[in-house]
């Protein structure tokens, strides 16, 4: 809509449909310009208009009391109608945080009767709590931790609010490791099983939910926004803290661009702020668009996270581990000598001048590969130099070495005996073989490629199953493990295989090889043997290796105080003490936080500037 004779400024959506566009009149384009200086996300398109992210307009929608005109400003209806939504729903977080009920409370034991008569999943006691909480408010977040059920939850919403005629279909957000629990649960919650389909390259029409992975997210923001916009839909981000970064990723701009198009939105995370109050605020704009970043930072800001998880335990719903019954796991961490060798080619690394790189710009780039370069070779030194393909095992017998024989490395190198085990390598063979002759499998989380495929020959005699980002029948693998009872080994890196899945009935027993900074998806992959429907008498061991003196200690150090952080503003004390959890961003920054930098850095023994 263009500015008509008696409107000065007309706002709507732009194209897209995913951001504010404010057009006004010749007469008004310096009041435009002063406008948007009090919107930082907004940008002129134009000389006559601009654009704001809806986040970013609901955030600052005070600032129109200063437009020059205000009986000349036109809003389109829909956009209005949006807008008048994002406002209630922050009215009823500000209530909420005041201490009065939901407008429409709903009593946990009237759950079932809401669901209609085509549920017929079983819920727990505080899966019905957890549903009632999420039905009360017109959008919700489950905080709850993995394994206990958020994807169940969340179905029984949707029954409920379907029941009720406020949604129609909706759009789920996961990773692909996921897909198949939603399938599941869709057939055995529903005497008619609902329509579940992966989206592919339009969404269907005929699909009750449709499951698309936060990769595709962003090419496919058109064809969604249509889908949402067609009929009243639930938007429901599973692993929701894979858009922490929120509107500075990708994956988050695409999710706050869509958030707005549904008429209900709700996030599930077992692990909401791996990296501190920053990944809460970017989860909870997320629901509530200009008011959940305000609300974490108030609550945060002074400091004191007991009253900041008291502030903000309102706005989630959360079942603890103590909740779901499960016998605690035992953690242990065997700190493991280098041998001489291994130990002087580490330090040799660490003299490396490009290890030191300053986390400036695109240094932070630099340091990233340095890191993971010093985690290769806590593990083992070989891991540094590239194979025939990233897949090649390393053989420990002819070092496939490709270093410059004038670098200083280089006779290092060659006086690795041809037969030597690293002892983490060594360390794992022995306590696979120790659980297999109990009868126990295990699985084992390696980070790199080369690792597991090295790994997976070294266990040749358990029969192990192999999965990474290359796997082509991942499936099967898994099935595998589950099944075949000679397959007494899974070997995989917790990128790939850390969500999504579940090993508890059949596994107990978790060895982690390595791990790096990113404290969720460390406790994400402690999940996928120690869940709900865990056996009551089920040992769960946890063994993670670590090399002495090496970066291993430093992610150790910091993987606790994140965890710490996370188990104090979520009024958690089980996940304190568990003592070390994770984050998003790229792989090469091997999910490090400036804290992580400032540890390493010293760890480097150069004082950060």
Known sequence: ????????????FDVTRTQ???????????????????????????????????????????????????????????????????????????????????????????????????????LTKFQERDIARLLSMKHGANFSVPGAGKTRVSLAAFAALREQGRVSRMLVVCPKSAYQAWAEEAQVCFRRPLVV????????????????????????????????????????????????????????????ALGPLSRVRMILSGTPAPNGAKDLENLLSFVWPGYGRRVVTQAVNGGDLAYASSVLRPLYARTTKHELGLPPAQTRIRKLAMPPLHREIYRALIGDPSARAVPDGKE????????????????????????????????????????????????????????EVPPKYHETLSIIDANAKAGRKTLVWASFVRSIATLQTLLAPYQPAMVHGGTPNREEEIQRFREDPECMVLVSNPATLGEGISLHHVCHDAVFVDRDFQAGRYLQSLDRIHRLGLAPDAQTNITVLVSEGTVDEIVTERLADKLTFMGEILDDPSVKQLADPEEEPSSLAAGMDQQDVQALLAHLGRPPR
């Open 197 to 256: 389909e992966v989206l592919n390259r339009k969404p269907s029409v005929r699909a009750d939910i449709i499951v698309v992975n936060y990769e595709r997210l962003d090419k496919s923001l058109g064809a969604l926004s249509d889908w949402l916009k067609a009929e009243p839909a639930i938007l429901t981000l599973d692993e929701a803290h894979r858009m922490k970064l929120g509107g500075a990723g990708v994956y988050g701009a695409a999710c706050m």
């Open 364 to 419: 932070f780039e630099a340091l990233g590969r340095a890191v993971l370069r010093l985690l290769m070779a806590a593990t083992s030194p070989a891991l540094l130099v590239e194979g025939s393909s990233p897949y090649e095992p390393l053989s420990f017998q002819v070092p496939p070495l490709k270093i410059a024989e004038d670098s200083p490395l280089w006779p290092l190198f060659r006086r690795l005996p041809e037969h």
């Open 1 to 12: 809509m263009e500015p008509g004779p008696s409107a000065g400024l007309v706002i709507g």
């Open 20 to 122: 504010a566009l404010l057009r006004c009149v010749p007469a008004h384009k310096q009041a435009l310009g002063r406008l948007m200086s009090r919107f930082p996300s907004g940008r002129m398109v134009d000389q006559l208009a601009a654009s704001v992210p809806i986040d970013g307009f609901v955030a600052g929608i005070a600032a129109l009391g200063g437009w020059p005109d205000p009986d000349g400003v036109t809003w389109e209806p829909d956009f209005q109608a949006l807008i008048t939504d994002l406002l209630d729903s922050a009215d009823d977080v500000e209530n909420l945080l005041a201490g009065a009920p939901p407008g429409e409370q709903v009593d946990p034991a009237d759950v079932r009767g809401m669901l209609g008569p085509d549920w017929t999943g079983d």
